[in-house]
């Protein structure tokens, strides 16, 4: 009875604030109609034709023998990319908290190798590798001589997503190590074990569901890939790509929906795994902090074969990314080694640099603050407030994690352009600037919202109760409370969500039209034409966009923000 007058009394408070009624019909409508409506309109494109309800469209496609080829192709990819990005990730997070590194340099060369793929174009490292290892490539031509070397296709693309999203694994291997209590291997030393049996029989049971969580990251983020395998996959399609292909080249946009349903099904499979099963296994597994601090190994025997290995891979990477200011700057790749600015003076004079890189800015600028600001919102009510639609909010802005761009772009081609909403608001965003902002948004809300979650669980309920017990409003108490006790969380989102923004390509290739021009979008353009000096000039230049806007950031959290850094992008 008391039970049911309390809820009683909830239910009431809650409907007595508009403001926070009002923010949760409009979450509502907002992840519905731009994230599950695109997606229910891809099943129902795919099953609807103008017999009925069939799946002949899937019997269709299913029979064509390069969609065979491009599943085989993409499992194959991905099954080696997660494989092998866990393995690296771990060995470069063990040799962080487990051994004692010389020079705090090779520190802070690991750590700047885990943020280099994060905040560069998705495609650098595939315009780095044609350039080495191609048949004009430095070291393959000039250093060993090899004239007809062939750097597309399956290792290509293994190769570069490999390079491109171990540092994720790393970043998850890391703190999962980290959380490990030095006393439980330390016990197995004492005992006689050895350091690799002290890993095979404690670290790594330990470790083992984060382990296979890291896999199953970055089988999805391999899968999900278009922009690498476009670059750099030559005939060697994947889903991704042969969604883009059905699309530009078959026209067949009925066709596509049902690829991208295949490639939806596979990753949302693969989500739900991971996040339900494997990151609520590892989070039982490890809980709390380590009890003291660990001992670090310094047998030399163990430190010297992992450094070297970290430090080899570290540096090929550098290397991979010292190549494409090299390639805006030489006069011919391949050829001429000359230097010249004449590939930067084309990006602005006959190239139309400056719009590129201002609709690309624009856009990203003003779909950042709203995508930090929503992240945190819905951070809130799933984390402080109690309702009914709360567990919707919560799957729904998370699911975007799982569907990958080109699916994404496909619905919202469908959806918008030719769905249910014939005439109207939703019929006029299509082809506009404001469709590709919304698309920038849904893209990098669920890591917004699950740097909230974790910022907003360690806050205290009684700060914020003792704020409604004096008369505030849900609004109220959210600015001047619970936002500023999350502003590092806030600000990184922010960051991340431009950087997210303006080095896309796979959701947005699809939607972009005349109207706008967007530098991923040139940089695929003129890498697919074989202009890499173009390329790298436009590449160049974003980089130095998105790796200056992470320093600002980190300046302005240092000194206006509650931490030392934004630890992870």
């Excluded at 890498?527 to 230049?541: L, N, P």
């Amino acid at each position: 009875m008391a039970r049911s007058q309390s809820r009683e009394l909830e239910r009431k408070k809650f409907f007595a604030d508009p403001i926070m009624v009002t923010t949760i019909v409009v979450l509502i409508v907002f992840l519905t109609l731009f994230i599950l409506y695109p997606l229910a309109i891809l099943l129902i494109d795919s099953v609807i034709t103008g017999e009925g309800i069939s799946l002949s469209v899937f019997q269709r496609v299913m029979g064509m023998p390069s969609f065979r080829r491009a599943i085989t192709n993409t499992l194959k990819v991905g099954f080696l990319v997660g494989i092998l990005s866990a393995l690296i990730g771990l060995l470069f997070a063990y040799v962080e908290e487990y051994v004692q590194l010389k020079t705090k340099m090779l520190a802070g060369l690991f750590k700047v190798i885990s943020m280099l793929p994060v905040v560069s174009p998705p495609f650098v490292l595939s315009l780095s590798m044609i350039m080495l290892f191609g048949k004009a490539g430095i070291i393959t031509r000039y250093l060993l001589h090899i004239y007809d070397n062939n750097v597309y296709g399956f290792w290509g693309i293994a190769i570069v997503q490999t390079l491109t999203f171990f540092p994720v694994c790393y970043m998850m291997m890391k703190g999962l190590l980290r959380n490990i209590d030095p006393s439980l291997e330390e016990a197995a030393r004492d005992m006689g074990a050895s350091r690799l049996k002290v890993f095979n029989t404690v670290t790594l049971p330990l470790i083992l569901p984060g382990l296979g969580n890291a896999f199953l990251v970055t089988f999805i983020e391999s899968i999900a890939d278009f922009a690498n395998p476009m670059i750099i996959g030559g005939s060697y399609d994947t889903l991704a790509t042969s969604i883009y292909l059905q699309i530009t080249g078959a026209y067949d946009k009925q066709g596509a929906s049902a690829m991208a349903v295949v490639l939806l099904a596979i990753t949302l499979m693969m989500f739900i795994v991971q996040k339900y099963y494997l990151e609520a296994k590892s989070t039982a597994t490890l809980t709390g902090k380590a009890s003291r601090q660990r001992m670090m190994i310094t047998d030399k025997s163990v430190t010297r074969p992992l450094t070297a290995f970290c430090l080899l891979v570290s540096l090929f990477v550098v290397m991979m990314y010292i190549c494409v200011p090299l390639g805006a700057l030489f006069k011919t790749w391949g050829y001429d080694f000359h230097l010249t600015f004449k590939w930067f003076q084309m990006v602005f004079t006959r190239y139309k640099g400056f719009k590129a890189f201002k609709d690309s800015f624009l856009l990203s600028l003003i779909a950042s603050p709203i995508t930090a600001l929503l992240s945190m919102i819905i951070s809130y009510l799933v984390v402080k407030r109690s309702f009914r639609a709360k567990g919707f909010i919560e799957a729904v802005s998370m699911l975007a994690m799982a569907v990958p761009g080109t699916v994404l772009g496909v619905g919202y081609i469908r959806g918008f352009s030719a769905g249910v909403f014939r005439s109207g608001f939703l019929q006029s965003l299509y082809g506009t600037g404001t469709l590709l902002v919304i698309v920038f948004i849904v893209r990098s809300l669920p890591t917004g919202t699950r740097s909230g979650i974790s910022a907003l669980r360690q806050i205290d309920k009684s700060i914020e109760e003792s704020a409604y017990d004096m008369g505030a409003d849900s609004f109220r108490v959210f600015m001047t409370v619970t936002l500023p006790l999350i502003k590092d969380s806030f600000l990184s989102g922010l960051v991340t969500a431009f950087v997210r923004s303006i080095t896309a390509i796979s959701a947005i290739i699809l939607l972009v039209t005349p109207k706008f021009l967007l530098i991923t979008v040139q940089i695929n353009e003129f890498a697919e034409k074989g202009s890499y000096g173009i390329a790298c000039a436009f590449a160049t230049i974003l980089i130095i966009i998105t790796y200056g806007s992470v320093t600002l950031m980190n300046l302005f959290i240092k000194h206006f923000g509650t931490s030392r850094e934004i630890k992870e992008v």
